[in-house]
């Protein structure tokens, strides 16, 4: 079992940065690859970013590349999202996932993370 809690979500202009960051209570954190998605009302879940379990390879999504960044710290159970230059588009409930092992095919698909964060609030306003 694997629970997560995610923070540092708030409201911030365009343009603006936020760090979120996300908790992990598994003994064996360095087990999980870890991502983050992000979801708006009435859309399914979109994949944001992820890192691999030793945290040597992260993976993003197109409209964030370049922009956000994903790292985790295996030593302090955490990983983080750094978000800069943020859009209105970027507008979302950003939630933290985890999933035993590696899987670089299905990285992006929500139905492959078995764990989840309750999710923070992103609002990026114009």
């Known amino acids: 079992q694997v629970q997560l809690v995610e923070s540092g979500g708030r409201s911030v202009q365009a343009g603006g940065s936020l760090r979120l960051s996300c908790a992990a209570s598994?003994?064996?954190?360095?087990?999980?690859?870890m991502a983050w998605f992000r979801q708006t009302p009435g859309k399914e879940r979109e994949f944001v970013a992820s890192v691999t379990t030793s945290g040597g390879s992260t993976f993003y999504a197109d409209s964030v590349k370049g922009r956000f960044t994903i790292s985790r710290d295996n030593g302090k159970n955490t990983v983080t999202l750094q978000m800069n230059n943020l859009k209105p588009e970027d507008t979302a409930v950003y939630y933290c996932?985890?999933?035993?092992?590696?899987?670089?095919?299905?990285?992006?698909?929500?139905?492959?993370?078995?764990?989840w964060g309750q999710g923070t609030q992103v609002t990026v306003s114009s």
């Open positions: 598994a003994r064996t954190f360095n087990w999980y690859r």
């Open positions: 996932a985890a999933a035993l092992g590696d899987d670089l095919y299905n990285r992006n698909l929500p139905r492959k993370y078995a764990y």
